[in-house]
DNA sequence: GCAGATAATGACTCAAAAGTCATTAATATT
DNA sequence: AATATTAATGACTTTTGAGTCATTATCTGC
């Protein structure tokens, strides 16, 4: 009678999986109850693992966090900025491309639970905002400099004051992505229909110009 | 030999002055260090009283988190909804007007770090998100609603997509908001210059149509 | 298929912070 | 001014969960 008990979890050797699986359960557990909220323990059931097995490959659960949000900064935006290079057409259907790829991006993925946990805690990990400042935040307004400027400098977009503001463009993205993790289950954002109103009024405007 | 010691901390009893002052400091150290990391014995320090004391008001720290969040979740928008109702003028500045009252209610204060907390912490407290959506998320899109009816009734502004979408309206502002709490002190954004942008984009659009 | 190496385990220790309550002292009542 | 009432206290108990480590099981190379 060695073996009795319902059922005998197999223990399994899996060195180089093992930091990728612990991650992404760490991400997922962070995005649910946040940093200080969320057990260690947990993280391990989720991995399929013991709670030691965490402390074989993170130091600390702020060691794991760190490593959870750096894992999920950089591809982010990957690839966009060539795209844009490369393209021919019109100003305004770049941007709505553009757009289109930010949103599918955005919102209701793991970069927006990332987004959300660094708003909630970024307050005690000052390293990580920065990082995450220069890696993603800046390059992505960079690039949106770029096609507003794009536009300008075709004869395509007024020269006004958003210009030098490309945050006002991707605000209504931002929202989308927080409005979901926060309100979803209570009043889910209809998102082609909202991308759509995005785009109209970002490229035309309230106002009733040929009157 | 009965009274040595540095000082003593002379005892009051206010019984009524208690609550509001004990929620005050919660909020505080709530919006600094999120619900689980706050400490009871911080919030009773800020509030100069003794941790058990908070216990005599509250039974439990997650007791003291929702009193302190319902106390915050009303006065937003309060007596914008009669400004409105009363305005004569052009659509247009009557949005300005709107748009500038939520600045100065959003970004840096009070509401903003309660709309952080929330953001934070919302997954455990669907009872308080719903409350805030109904209580104040609801009635300001639906004030928002109202002036763009009025500009489109007016034949000011055009009857396009934003229309229904009242939540493209307001984005950039609660973009600023969120922007101020993570990355003020990394890459803070010019307020003034941003309201600028975010009114002139909204009316007008990026678009070049006189072309 | 045996021996050495090491990944994985989970019962354990320990620190921190939530929550309790007998005691103390401020106020109200007579 | 004596007594009764109860707000306030803070030392104490309890709970929770991070982090440790001796042991166990799996894999690798011979």
Do not use: C
Request: zero cysteines; charged letters at 30%; a negative charge.
């Amino acid at each position: 009678m060695t073996e009795s008990g319902p059922d005998l979890p197999p223990r399994r050797r899996r060195k180089d999986a093992r930091p990728g699986e612990i991650i992404d359960a760490g991400l997922k557990e962070f995005a649910l109850n946040g940093l200080a909220a969320t057990r260690l323990e947990d993280v391990a059931k989720r991995a399929g693992i013991a709670k030691g097995t965490i402390y074989r490959y993170f130091s600390s659960k702020e060691d794991l966090f760190v490593a959870a949000i750096r894992s999920r900064i950089v591809l982010s935006i990957e690839g966009v900025d060539a795209a844009v290079e490369r393209f021919e057409g019109p100003t305004d259907e770049l941007l709505k491309l553009v757009l289109g790829r930010i949103y599918s991006e955005f919102v209701g993925t793991d970069t927006s639970a990332l987004m959300r946990i660094l708003i909630a805690e970024g307050n005690r990990f000052p390293d990580l905002i920065k990082l995450y400042h220069s890696e993603a935040i800046s390059k992505g307004m960079s690039m949106l400099k770029s096609i507003v400027d794009r536009g300008v400098s075709r004869g395509e977009f007024r020269d006004g004051p958003a210009i030098t503001e490309p945050r006002i463009i991707i605000a209504p993205a931002i929202m989308a992505a927080i409005w979901q993790a926060t309100f979803q289950s209570h009043d889910p954002l209809p998102i082609d229909r909202f991308i759509d109103a995005h785009i109209d009024t970002l490229l035309n405007g309230l106002l009733e110009n040929d009157q």
